[in-house]
């Protein structure tokens, strides 16, 4: 990759980041950006958010 493409890249990777609200590395983030997991997080916390996040909604709601 020539070094102009290569500035390309890392620019374009930074401004989507700007843009999702990216502040720090690593972050996780879920549900169009209203979920961030920030710094070192382990393999089960991901895990469950994605579960929550991917499980029918209609199983999950009690309404007694």
């Known amino acids: ?20 609200g990216i502040k720090v590395s690593p972050t ?8 961030c997991l920030s710094g ?5 916390i991901i895990a469950a958010n994605i579960r929550e996040l991917t499980e029918p909604a209609a199983l999950l709601q009690a309404w007694c």
């Open 1 to 20: 990759m020539s070094q102009k493409l290569e500035v390309e890249y890392w620019s374009d990777i930074l401004c989507r980041a700007a843009d999702a």
């Open 28 to 35: 996780c983030s879920f549900n169009a950006g209203r979920q």
């Open 40 to 44: 070192n997080v382990g393999y089960r």
